[in-house]
């Protein structure tokens, strides 16, 4: 049984591989459109059904999940898109032996199955067919999707189609895809449930994975401040970004959070401020991650401090915000300590330009060149280093406000210098904290409450 949390995401080419890898094919086709007809039939309660097939192994799995459906009584139509093209879907298709209509004027049924195209999407689709599907899609009660809906783009997640209706329920088959965890396809997804195929997870086992929420220990009975943590964060140009860092790192469980430079002291008192006169006042051995950017400034003072800081690679470093846009990302991959990068879009395009495809890809090309861990920031957050990466898709949209970038900065900085695992697990443990305690803050939250919810987030562990 393959988890979502912390299950593999696994992209078209990957799927097959490991399909053939099982080696029973038919099998396999069997089990998903078994899975799809059990979870329709419970959803159904009575309902009609309308499988609409493609013609390819998708189409294959509609067939099956009708044959199913029929065989259990209930009330079932098929409609095609085209004939049956894959020796699985003709096989498929030959155990139905009820009608066949075809697609250009079929009544809508109140329970819709989209089993037209999945992995195997290739191009956009036409209007022939996006249009009945469409219609037929949006006058359902109830849409559920084999494996995609049919219109998305496996590995990258766009949308193959204009105006794409959205569903109520994607059953995916066997594993999680890319486009189960990016936008804009998933929006149009619905619920995503996962029906297991029987492959082995060492087939599946690529290099994505869902993110899983982490395991923290609490302190060692004989542990000190520093012990627990010490995070320094370098004051630029608006303090009160590199506050919030401060706080969110004390609040994830840090032991002590300093502020290096000009910050006034408003603010918990338990943030300790020291002057930064030279970047020699960060020569500290107990600091355990040093966090450079928040509110920093861009002026020719904050890129020197930063190259300071990378060139002389005696810490851990957290690299956010206007330090990114003064990153020259060729003086990282020589560095014995780690380094976090936790750009958003803009920042991303900054340092490593526009790349190409998915954000996981993006995400995994600059970690392999830089060396680093990146946490590419957005609607699915992506955390990844040179071998693998781990998504967290859909946080709170609520997170859309100024300084949660701050926070996040904080709490993944406390994770690094409680040594919470490796360098690419402590990222995704603040990743996950961050997007937890915006869930717990609900709506229009402001990112001082979700500094301040860290705290809960932390104990619900
Ligand atoms: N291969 C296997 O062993 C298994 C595959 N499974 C199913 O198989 C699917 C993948 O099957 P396929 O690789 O056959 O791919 P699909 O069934 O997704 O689609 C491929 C077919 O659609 C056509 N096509 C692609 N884009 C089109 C477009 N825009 N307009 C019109 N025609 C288009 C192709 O020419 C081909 O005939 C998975 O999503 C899953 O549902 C499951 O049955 C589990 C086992
Ligand atoms: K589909």
Redesign the pocket.
Known sequence: MIAIEGGPVVT?AA??AA?QAHGD?TG??E???RGVGEAVRRLAAGAEVLVLC????????GYVAATYLRDMGHRVRVAC??VP??D??KAAAARWTGPVEPLADVRSAAILVD?V??????????AT?ADPLRRLVEAASLAVA???PSGVATDSGAL?VEDAPGYALTLA??ALKPAHVLQPAMRTMGAIRLVP?GLSAHDLSGAVAMIAPPRLAAPDPDSHKYSRGMVAIVVGQMAGAARLSAEAALRSGAGYAALYGDASELGPAAIVHRPLADMASLDDPRIGAIVIGPGLGRDEAARARLATLIAADRHPLVVDGDALHLLDPATLPDRDCPVILTPHAGEFKAVFGEGSGSVIDRARDAARATGAVVVFKGATTVIANRHRAIVHPGGNSWLSTAGTGDVLTGAIAAMLAGEHGTPIEAAAAGVWLHAEAGRRCGTSFIADDLATALTLTRASL
């Open positions: 078209a799927m097959r399909e094919l396999l086709m089990r998903a459109g493609g013609p390819g192994n998708n189409g294959g799995d898109t085209d093209r894959s699985l879907a089993a195209f999945g992995t195997g999407l290739s191009r956009p689709l036409d067919i084999v494996d995609l193959l088959l066997g195929l």
